[in-house]
């Protein structure tokens, strides 16, 4: 498209966490800045979309505006509430809207509402690969009324996801974290292209029990989870685990494990087992961290971290939580690519598309 003297209306994600006023982890926002500058070079008026959630409230955006004018180095007009029924003209290069889920329409995918956004542009792109798997009217509504495409990294994250359909093997799935019913499409999807999908976290400490080995007072679902999932050979759980006795960790093995024990992490022994798995690989997926990071229980993420840096496996990670841990650890440098997607990522992963994908295949 030749976007010079246009005005492009960019949706970003740079739904951020944000602790005591301050950005705590700025991924989202670093990762979409390139892009940013890649369409200002093309010579037009970037008009950027976002939402933002804080504790289930949607917060105004002047945080962000400070923070990409200090990172982009020029001036931002950033438009303060909703979106007003009349188009302005401004003469800043980078037009900021204020959290775009302050307007109703939004989250309702109002159709209304997408096209009284998209006089504000004349064309429209989808930068927001890992807030995609919404069906909101920035998402799917806004590409029906301006010519439209995907963005530099919207691409990229599909170029490198989609390395999972056909991986090198042997393929190691690493797979944490909690609620198993989102994870079940791909862990039964991955159950057959996968040489061994390594299931920790407090989802680990479901299956266990589900197993029959006690896991003290750690926090489980009360769910079912097929016995074609649950007892498949394929499927591989901590040997060990650090828990949280009496105020201080301990290291025990499973059979060791006390009623009023508390799994924070996988223990040497499981980390032994999932380090030789990972020298061996051809194919990596991470999503989820193994431990309690956020309470110091970051042993395993670590270990396993380090470990993958020495692997010559193509090895790719993804989920907020797990990003922001290994970006803590500084080691980011041991995986070939990291996601922005956490839900986006494990929904395309499942399925191959998303809605916002289908929405920009549409004329």
């Known amino acids: 498209m030749n976007l010079k003297n246009k005005r492009v209306i960019l949706r970003v994600d740079f739904n951020?966490?944000?602790?005591?006023?301050?950005i705590s982890d700025d991924f989202r926002i670093r990762s979409a800045v390139p892009s940013i500058r890649y369409y200002l070079r093309k010579g037009v008026k970037v008009l950027l979309i976002t939402h933002l959630e804080t504790d289930d409230k949607s917060p105004h955006l002047g945080i962000i505006a400070k923070y990409l004018e200090r990172a982009l180095k020029t001036k931002i007009r950033f438009i303060k509430g909703k979106v007003a029924e009349h188009t302005e003209d401004f003469p800043e290069s980078i037009l900021l809207f204020d959290n775009i889920r302050l307007n109703s329409g939004e989250k309702k995918n109002d159709k209304r509402f997408a096209k009284k956004l998209s006089q504000w542009g004349d064309y429209y792109v989808n930068e927001a690969f890992s807030a995609s798997h919404r069906e909101h009217a920035s998402i799917v509504s806004l590409p029906r009324f301006l010519p439209h495409e995907a963005g530099p990294l919207f691409k990229?994250?599909?170029?490198?996801?989609?390395?999972?359909?056909?991986?090198?093997?042997?393929?190691?799935?690493?797979?944490?974290?909690?609620k198993f019913g989102t994870k079940e499409p791909l862990v039964s999807?991955?159950?057959?292209?996968?040489?061994?999908?390594?299931?920790?976290?407090?989802?680990?400490?479901?299956?266990l029990e589900l197993r029959g080995i006690p896991v003290g007072a750690?926090?489980?679902?009360?769910?079912?989870?097929?016995?074609?999932?649950?007892?498949?050979?394929?499927?591989?759980?901590?040997?060990?685990?650090?828990?949280?006795?009496?105020?201080?960790?301990?290291?025990?093995?499973?059979?060791e494990i006390e009623k009023n024990d508390l799994i924070y992490d996988a223990g040497p022994k499981t980390l032994k087992v999932l380090?030789?798995?990972?020298?061996?690989?051809?194919?990596?997926?991470?999503?989820?961290?193994?431990?309690?990071?956020?309470?110091?229980?970051?042993?395993?993420?670590?270990?396993?971290?380090?470990?993958l840096g020495r692997s010559k496996a193509y090895k790719l990670v993804g989920g907020g939580d797990t990003v922001a841990a290994v970006r803590r650890m500084k080691l980011e440098k041991n995986f070939d690519f990291i996601s922005t997607g956490g839900g986006a990522m494990l929904e395309f992963l499942a399925k191959g598309t998303l809605p916002g994908i289908e929405a920009l295949k549409k004329k």
């Open 189 to 207: 999807r991955f159950l057959k292209s996968s040489d061994a999908i390594f299931i920790g976290g407090a989802l680990g400490n479901t299956f």
């Open 275 to 307: 380090s030789g798995l990972a020298k061996n690989a051809k194919f990596v997926l991470v999503n989820g961290t193994l431990g309690f990071c956020e309470k110091g229980f970051s042993f395993g993420t670590r270990k396993l971290a380090q470990e």
């Open 156 to 178: 990229k994250e599909v170029a490198e996801l989609s390395r999972v359909f056909k991986p090198g093997h042997p393929f190691l799935f690493v797979l944490a974290g909690k």
């Open 16 to 22: 951020v966490p944000i602790a005591r006023g301050k």
């Open 218 to 255: 750690s926090k489980t679902e009360n769910i079912k989870i097929p016995e074609k999932i649950l007892w498949n050979s394929k499927i591989l759980l901590p040997e060990d685990a650090i828990v949280y006795r009496s105020g201080k960790k301990k290291t025990v093995l499973l059979n």
